[in-house]
């Protein structure tokens, strides 16, 4: 785009760019770009976590599907960094609504790890995995409108 405007504008292609345009006119990705890499970035998080499940059974089965679990969390997590831009994934994951799903889910995937490879806890390790599952499925919910209010009509109707 800014080539484009360059170009109508008339100005020069020698013409020297400063370092914030520099680093902005290489970094961009076209549409197509960003959207092969989320599925590339989502769909190994989903093979990660698929792969750690099934590790499972495994001796030391437990490290591995923590390990896995938890990197595929992460690479789903950044596979939207490619729609977004990782700016404003960040400043999204941080607003009022979504700060405390935001928080637990990267508290939990840090004491997954240091469950099953610093305190050596096996039962904490599962429960800061089914955690991080909950907490990344309820930061995914705020980004659908309305999703939160149905899940919680939900959960209330069956309860009450």
């Known amino acids: 785009m800014d080539k484009l405007r360059r170009v109508l504008s008339g100005r020069d292609d020698n013409e020297e760019l400063g370092?914030?345009?520099?680093?902005?006119?290489a970094s961009t990705l076209s549409y197509s770009t960003r959207i092969?890499?989320?599925?590339i970035c989502f769909a190994s998080g989903i093979l990660c976590s698929i792969l750690g499940t099934a590790l499972l059974f495994l001796p030391k089965?437990?490290?591995?599907?923590?390990?896995?679990y938890t990197l595929g969390n992460i690479a789903a997590l950044a596979s939207t960094c490619f729609l977004m831009g990782p700016l404003k994934q960040l400043?999204?994951?941080f607003e009022p609504n979504r700060l405390i799903a935001t928080c637990v889910m990267l508290l939990c995937l840090v004491l997954t790890l240091c469950s099953v490879f610093?305190?050596?806890?096996?039962?904490?390790a599962?429960?800061?995995c089914i955690l991080?599952?909950?907490?990344?499925?309820w930061y995914s919910l705020s980004y659908i409108p309305f999703a939160r209010d149905a899940v919680i009509k939900c959960f209330n109707s069956c309860l009450g």
């Open 19 to 25: 370092l914030t345009a520099q680093v902005l006119d």
């Open 36 to 39: 092969k890499w989320f599925a």
């Open 61 to 68: 089965g437990l490290q591995l599907f923590a390990v896995f």
């Open 91 to 93: 400043k999204r994951m």
């Open 118 to 124: 610093w305190w050596q806890k096996k039962p904490l």
């Open 126 to 128: 599962i429960i800061f």
């Open 132 to 137: 991080q599952f909950l907490a990344m499925t």
